[in-house]
């Protein structure tokens, strides 16, 4: 585009900016309700700004370099496929050493089980969402249903963590199960919506069945995991022995972290082994069969209600499974820590992740869950640069920043279906 | 008797607000096939337009209410069609061609980024109107309960009648709605017989959210008060009643609008007012079993 018609361009551009800003960034009801009293303020300075920034911007992006059609993939993704499995060991070994690294903390160790848990999280939704292309918004509803089962068979019958973990995941995959048999055989898109009304359903129900749930309270006392039954606490409860007596040391908060963290990373590989051999069982296949082309795979004799149901299914016991962990961890649970920012959280680390890649989700999950740790300024706009981030990456890089979504298996070489003239 | 009445009468003002933003989400389906689940965001903005024109308008001195509020309908409906037209032009069109799931991922990353925009620029606490339009009739009165039918509620069902029915129109007779028509049964087809059809797209995103603004406007003045969260389970259950109806008919969004009214003011009033989502969103579960096509839709064809 020459640059006449550019700059027409970013002034239209800056022009549709103008009328979009004027209301919502022109004026300001925030100080409604506060000491100062105004109903309304005016902030002509933010317009102004907001169509500088947009004219300019415009500019930028017509003077760059036009991407080519049939695009090399950025050298990151394309380092990270090559060395999956070095990248991958070298990650897992870092994930043992570190509670014993020298600069380890308590802190530290806590959030390195956060971060696992949003790459169990992650890999869970890349089954359903990347590898079988079901879209599901209440991710975040089966993560409760996981961590309640916790949180309630302990409060009424006493269980523990142990006991629990099984549990929750069948009940999360059964609730999984029912919500969306009926909805598979239609069009992707009503899954999409019926899962999102099931996260806020789940969420409604949680907060209102008081007698039941303990209602927006939440639930104290979340039993955490025991080793052979030796709970990690400072004094045994009647009779019992703990664990820092059994192997007569002393006894520090440490400890338990810690064993926390190894509990959970040693449920993260068996996670990742059992999603990587399900890739290559003819179920696997048939995931992504299914995705490519629906039709297609039909005529080959793919039953699809029966395979889409296996994934789902899937990604909610693998939900069911972490929501015990979550539960564990915080030791208390309530239903606001299951809300719609918490599976858009989960699926834009799918949708960086590269959709359906381990080792990306891994990594999305490892930036998405420590950012907001940088600081108070950056979590206020954690959910807006989200949703930016996701309208971009399905723009720029619809495979994801960190790797390639490619079909576990094909057949001989990789070649383009049409050949490329010279 | 009285109090089914007034359950009726709240069930149909709630229904035609529903009514309004399911036609934006039914014609956006039936013209491009995606579920553009932006919309609520889209209607919530429709909403902060209206109170910060109420309040602007205040604050230079317009205070006779019927041009109050003819400017607020026009303001909201101007400045919210605008950003119905970016969102389409900023995430839905770079689209086109990509795959499956490529447009509703950006529409619910477009979602997320709207609802914390409008909560960053205008405060997350609850915005407040004071009612603007009061009074009512006095319908019947039985043992001590009053029915009341207010000038509000007939305003909204009025107006919402209206725009349907100039929009019925204009979907049957203007050439626009021919376009629409045309690149709703194949769009490659009406480009090939000169149908601008990114415009055409662009002009359905702005007409769904005029309508949706109008739906804020009427939510502000009703409930008097509004947050940046409001458009998600409006827009779930507007989607329910596009569905309900028959997703791509707009006969059908316009009827499921006022049935999923009923259903909600009759659950609130008769059983519980915790559980009316719920409810709401087992009549969506049900109609996708049992009648997947809606009440007036047509049956899916699948094409290879």
Redesign the interface.
Known sequence: MDLRGLVKEAALAAF?AL??A????G???????TANGA??GFRPSWVAIAVVTVFVGRLVIGLLPRPQRRERPPVVSLFIARHQRVLGLTGLAIAIVWPYLPFSSDYLVDLATEVIIYMMLGWGLGVV?GLA?L?N?GYAAFYAVGAYTLALTSAYWAWGFWEALPLAGVTAAAVGILLAL??L??????L???T???G??IR??LI?WQSFTYGPNGINGVPRPTFFGLPLVARAPRGGETFAQFFHIDFSLSQRYIFLYFVTLALAIVVNLFILRLRRLPIGRAWEALREDE?ASRALGINPVGVKLSAFAVGALLAGFAGVFFAARQSFVSPESFN?QES?TV?AIV?LGGMGSQLGIALAAIILVTLPEFGRDFA??R??L??????GI??WR?RGFFSLRTPSIRLGEDRPLVEVPK | MAYFLQQLINGLTLGAIYALIAIGYTMVYGIIG??N?AHGEIYM?GA??S???F??L??VGVTWVPLALVLVLL?AM??TS??G??VER??YR??RG?????????A???????????Q????A?V??LPPVVTGGFRLMETGGFAVQLSYLQIIIVLVTLALMAGFSVMIAATPLGRAQRACEQDMTMAALLGIDVDRTISTTFLIGAALAAVAGVMVTLYYGVIDFFIG??AG?KA??AA?LGGIGSIPGAVLGGFIIGMIEAFWAGYFSS??K??AV?GV??LV??FR?SGLLGRP?I?K?
């Open positions: 549709v009328i979009v004027i209301p919502l960034a004026f300001d009801l925030s100080q409604q309700g109903q309304i969402v292309g879209l918004l009926p909805v055989r239609l069009r992707g898109d009503y999409a919506i019926v999102l009304g099931f806020e359903i409604i129900i209102n039709i719609f858009a699926l949708v206020q706009f959910m807006l989200f949703g930016a981030a996701m309208v399905m723009i619809p | 995606m579920i689940f903005i902060f337009v109170l910060i024109t309040f602007a205040g604050a303001s101007f400045f605008a950003y037209w970016t900023v995430a770079p689209l990509s795959f499956r799931l490529a447009p509703l991922i950006s619910i990353g477009m979602s997320i980024f709207l609802q914390n925009y409008v960053l620029l205008q405060g606490q915005k407040s998600f389970l779930m989607f329910t569905v915790a559980y989502d719920v969103f969506l579960i996708l079993i997947p899916e699948e290879v």
